[in-house]
């Protein structure tokens, strides 16, 4: 078994955890972290980053590549991610599929593209010259969306797939995003969930969302600042019946509850993980 098949469930890596998750023994416990964090040459945060690699398996979720844009990755981007690879070696490395970069200039936001044949095979060229320059197989993550735009000519999970198939990467199924997407645009969360290449799946992730200020429940934001909603719990459980025990991550990214929260949601996930090795043995 690789390390990524024996990883079981993990936490988004923040300063504020790093004194309790560097002593934490938990048993199969891995931590993530977005590596354009640690883009330096040396420093307090990188010290601290290979302490916790010293205890815990690390994965690398990237938030800037950029994959869907026109234009192939940043080459300076890419040196520094591989340097960051080569320092940690991480168990994972993961990508959006969006863009944020353009011409130079970096957009706060991970941004939606018309599924075309041309983004398709703009993107597919892009993860191979990820892929090739990092050494490894990639994991890319499904978008949430807000709102609808024109132009779609592919289904989004046969889009992924095609993907897959063409450049050899992997998924990584954020369940959050499903439902988020699928309350804002009105399509089904489980029929989405049931159709998704789970062979291909690499990593899973959870998170909370929150309701829109102005549009309420009918616009939902991946927010990241609340604990996973029972809904995003019952169709993790959908899945992982399913497709198996897959590495999985609690995200917390804002309103940071303490360690010992974060532990327990982690807890629960694991308990969902050992319900499907358990009934694989039967």
């Avoid at 609808?148 to 992997?170: K, N, P, Q």
């Avoid at 439902?179 to 969930?193: E, R, T, W």
């Avoid at 200020?213 to 719990?233: C, K, N, Y």
């Amino acid at each position: 078994m690789s390390m990524c098949q024996s990883l079981t469930v993990g936490l988004g890596l923040k300063p504020a955890h790093y004194e309790e998750a560097l002593a934490c023994s938990v048993q199969g416990l891995w931590f993530e972290v977005h590596p354009e964090n640690y883009f330096v040459d040396g420093g307090p945060r990188i010290a601290w980053l290979q302490a916790i690699r010293s205890r815990h398996p690390i994965s690398l979720h990237g938030v800037a590549l950029s994959l869907a844009a026109d234009c192939p990755p940043d080459p300076a981007h890419l040196q520094r991610l591989l340097d960051l690879a080569r320092r940690v070696e991480p168990t994972l490395i993961s990508e959006h599929l969006a863009w944020s970069n353009w011409r130079g200039t970096y957009h706060p936001d991970l941004l939606p593209f018309p599924r075309s044949g041309e983004a398709l095979g703009r993107i597919v060229d892009n993860i191979g010259r990820t892929q090739d320059v990092l050494g490894c197989r990639i994991a890319v993550e499904n978008p949430a969306h807000y709102l609808r735009i024109d132009g779609h000519a592919w289904d989004e999970i046969d889009f992924l797939a095609e993907i897959v198939r063409r450049s050899g990467c992997g998924l990584l199924l954020d369940i959050n995003n499903v439902y988020v997407g699928a309350c804002n645009l009105g399509y089904s969360a489980a029929d989405y969930i049931d159709r998704f290449p789970a062979e291909a799946v690499m990593e899973v992730h959870l998170a909370g969302y929150t309701e829109d200020r102005q549009f309420g429940a009918d616009l939902l934001i991946d927010s990241h600042d609340a604990p996973v909603a029972e809904t995003v719990w019952n169709l993790y459980e959908r899945f992982i019946a399913r497709a198996g025990r897959c590495p999985t991550l609690i995200e917390r990214d804002d309103k940071l509850p303490e360690f010992s929260v974060m532990l327990a949601e982690r807890d629960r996930a694991h308990a969902v993980l050992q319900r499907a090795l358990e009934e694989a043995n039967r």
